[in-house]
């Protein structure tokens, strides 16, 4: 992480962080017997992560369940906004929890992200915007093409597949990355 923070790829680091926590819990799971994978996100690390979907137009899974092969994925700091749904049945109504205090790589917008800093402005701007986001994203989820998973031969994560972009063959964009870069050797 501390290449790619001090590196021309110090705007991946978000993305790249979240890929290796999310390989890391999968593979716990997996040692573990379990198929449910409960993601802490607040609204704005959702919101952030909706920014960045909209301005780059690489598609990403549904909010608050996302099945990702056996795999599924709640997210429970997500206030609930559909009547009767629980996306983690027997552990109560998700709630928001307050944030804690930021990492070394998720300190201001130059390292956080641009996401990051167009989300505080835009909450900033319209309190509960985030209530309205998430109900248009279920919405649009139902009229998108169906989403098709690669399994990546660098960290054998599952993917999207994104239409109409070059994507590398079987790699997801953060083993893509490393391997550009020579520190994973896929390639060879």
């Known amino acids: 992480m ?3 923070v001090a590196g021309e790829g110090n705007h991946l680091t978000m ?9 890391m819990l999968e593979e716990e799971a997996k040692a573990r017997g379990a198929s449910t994978v ?3 996100f607040n609204a704005d690390d959702l919101v952030a992560t909706m920014v960045t979907w909209f301005t780059s137009g690489f598609r990403m899974g549904g909010i608050p369940v996302r099945n990702i092969g056996d795999m599924r994925y709640v997210f429970p700091a997500l206030p609930d906004h559909q009547e009767g749904a629980d996306p983690l049945p027997g ?10 205090h930021p990492g070394r790589f998720t300190t201001g917008p130059d390292e956080r992200s641009m996401s990051y800093a167009m989300t505080d402005h835009l909450l900033d701007l319209w309190p509960g915007m985030d209530y309205y986001l998430f109900s248009a994203f279920d919405t649009m989820q139902k009229y998108m093409f169906p989403m098709v998973e ?9 993917y999207l597949l994104q239409e109409g972009v070059p994507n ?3 790699l997801c964009d953060v083993c893509d990355y490393f391997a550009r ?8």
């Open 2 to 4: 501390n290449e790619v």
């Open 15 to 23: 993305v790249i962080g979240h890929q290796v926590l999310r390989r």
């Open 38 to 40: 409960a993601f802490g």
């Open 91 to 100: 552990a109560g109504r998700p709630r928001a929890e307050p944030a804690g």
């Open 150 to 158: 690669v399994e990546c031969r660098g960290c054998g994560g599952l």
């Open 168 to 170: 590398a063959p079987d």
């Open 181 to 188: 870069r020579e520190l994973l050797s896929v390639y060879l």
